[in-house]
């Protein structure tokens, strides 16, 4: 039975604080080390395609859903993502019963921003007559156990979930909206990768990927989506500051370390096959 | 706005060879997979495969009842939670919790209760979450069963394990683990659970049509695979603790 609990006790800071200040972590790792990813896609029969990411004990499953409606009239032939996340109080004691919450809503943004500015989808693709159809794709994270870090965990379960999509490809035929009996799949949705990565401060040391410790002692945290070459959105959050060379560094780093990571995780070989 | 593919019934749900349409015999369960502890953070978990099921269990407690006034001075309650994940089904649920779901939390909550010594914890609660991440029919059996696994895992005395199914009835012939076609498709679905420290009946449901004749059947064929399925119970449970003794030495969280 894991001890979870909202009050960290001072010498528990100080450990991890003194761990830090020499470049270690309490878990064994380096400052701008993640812990180890695994990645299984299309795991749930019911969705359009899904993906069961584990980032150290950190788990998300998500599943992907579409409905057809009418475009935003400024974007009539786009297609329309929306995320959505779960902070199940079955998986941690943190969280509890109720309608989303702050910490929900940040992690369903946060990542949201993350894929629409990335010009992650293709949402011209999603468009089956213009003005009338398009498709509107929910992206549903469900945090299975919660042991920090939920926003990169999610990050990468969406873009998975995404690559792995098979969605029935429809028209407009003479009988209104028909199927054609394909699929749409990660191949016609997914344009970019972007990747979200997270850092955590306490005092003036900043980390990447902070765990549920960690992240309970953290002042602040920030994370920051890249794309290849850009960065594409950045969230500040917690009471505390960065400096601006922080960022600028942060900036960088962000760059460095998501082209290795976007090698580790090799994402395209999650595409589903069906066409 | 309409979907494009329509959940459609086969007029048959049998096909020419005389099984059913997932080529399982008249008696024959659908793969089974359960695991103890998967959820870390949790005090006990499960994790269940049921078919196309994929439900997950976790349990909290003893710990402080909230909101305050639920508790009582005399006894420790049993909240039960039961929910189903927006994708796990052809239509999108709504997030928020239905009827259905509430409805489906409260008959596995009185089902589960009887095996707890309640009495012994006084101004506490036990909570269990199911999560339905993928449903295709029976997800309250299999939420009772992996239910009754996250409390054992849990370390919370018990008096046994539970162990739930559903039989029915389709195109007038009687089946156990009825899938999620048999039971939109079927004529008949019972789902039942047992308590094994008493063998009775702690869980039961009827919609259909059935004389006593039938009824007599339903509750023996639904016996003999509640058996099978206490046993794969147990195998999970010991396993848990077989791997952790094949790993001794290896650093304990």
């Known amino acids: ?275 | 706005m309409p979907l494009i593919i329509k959940d459609e019934y086969p007029e048959k749900l049998f096909r020419e060879d005389g099984k059913r349409l997932d080529g399982r015999e008249l008696n024959e369960l659908r793969p089974i997979k359960m695991e103890v502890g998967v959820i870390k953070s949790a005090d006990g978990s499960a994790y269940l495969e049921w078919g196309n099921n994929k439900v997950f269990a976790a349990v909290y407690g003893p710990r402080e009842v909230h909101p305050h006034h639920l508790a009582k001075p005399d006894r420790g309650i049993l909240r039960v939670f039961y929910r189903m994940a927006t994708y796990s089904v052809f239509d999108r649920k709504r997030p928020a919790p239905g009827r259905r779901e509430k409805e489906i939390s409260m008959i596995v909550s009185d089902c589960l209760e009887p095996i707890l010594f309640l009495e012994l914890y006084p101004g506490t609660s036990f909570e269990i979450f199911i999560e339905v991440v993928d449903a295709d029919g029976g997800t309250r059996c299999a939420s009772t069963t992996v239910a009754a696994l996250a409390l054992a895992d849990a370390g919370i005395p018990m008096k046994s394990l539970v162990s739930a199914i559903a039989v029915g009835k389709i195109d007038g012939k009687q089946v156990v683990d009825l899938s999620g076609i048999e039971d939109k498709a079927g004529d008949a679905d019972l789902p039942i659970a047992i308590t094994w420290y008493n063998e009775e009946i702690s869980l039961l449901q009827f919609d259909g049509e059935m004389d006593l004749d039938e009824m007599t059947k339903f509750l023996d064929i639904a016996k003999d695979a509640l058996s099978k399925i206490h046993q794969m119970q147990l195998v999970s449970l010991k396993s848990k603790y077989i791997t952790l003794k094949e790993g001794e030495g290896e650093k304990k969280r």
């Open chain 1, 1 to 275: 039975m894991m001890n979870v609990k909202r009050i960290v006790s001072r010498i528990e800071k100080n450990y991890i604080l003194s761990n830090l200040r020499k470049e270690e972590r309490i878990d064994g790792r380096g400052l701008w080390e993640y812990r180890k990813f695994s990645i299984e896609s299309d795991t749930i029969a019911s969705a359009e395609g899904s993906a069961d990411v584990t980032l150290g004990d950190t788990r998300i499953i998500t599943g992907l859903k579409y409905d057809i409606g009418t475009p935003f009239p400024d974007l009539p032939n786009e297609g329309v993502c929306t995320v959505m996340a779960e902070l199940l109080p079955l998986a941690s004691p943190l969280f509890e019963r109720g309608p989303p919450d702050e910490q929900s809503i940040e992690l369903a943004r946060v990542v949201d921003r993350g894929i629409r500015h990335a010009d992650c989808i293709q949402t011209q693709k999603l468009c089956i007559k213009e003005k009338e159809a398009v498709y509107i794709l929910f992206l549903d994270m469900y945090v299975i156990n919660h042991d920090g870090n939920l926003i990169d965990t999610g990050g990468v379960s969406a873009i998975t979930t995404l690559l792995s999509a098979h969605l029935p490809e429809g028209i407009i035929g003479d009988n209104g909206l028909e199927w054609t009996g394909k699929y749409l799949t990660g191949d016609d949705l997914v344009n970019e990768l972007p990747l979200v990565l997270t850092y955590g401060k306490i005092d003036d040391i900043i980390f990447l990927d902070p765990n549920l410790p960690e992240e309970l002692v953290c002042e602040g945290k920030i994370s920051i989506s890249v794309t290849e070459k850009k960065i594409t959105s950045i969230q500040k959050s917690g009471a505390t500051t960065f400096s601006i060379d922080d960022i600028k560094m942060l900036g960088k780093k962000s760059l460095e370390i998501s082209q290795k990571l976007r090698k580790e995780l090799n994402l395209l070989q999650y595409k589903t096959s069906i066409k």
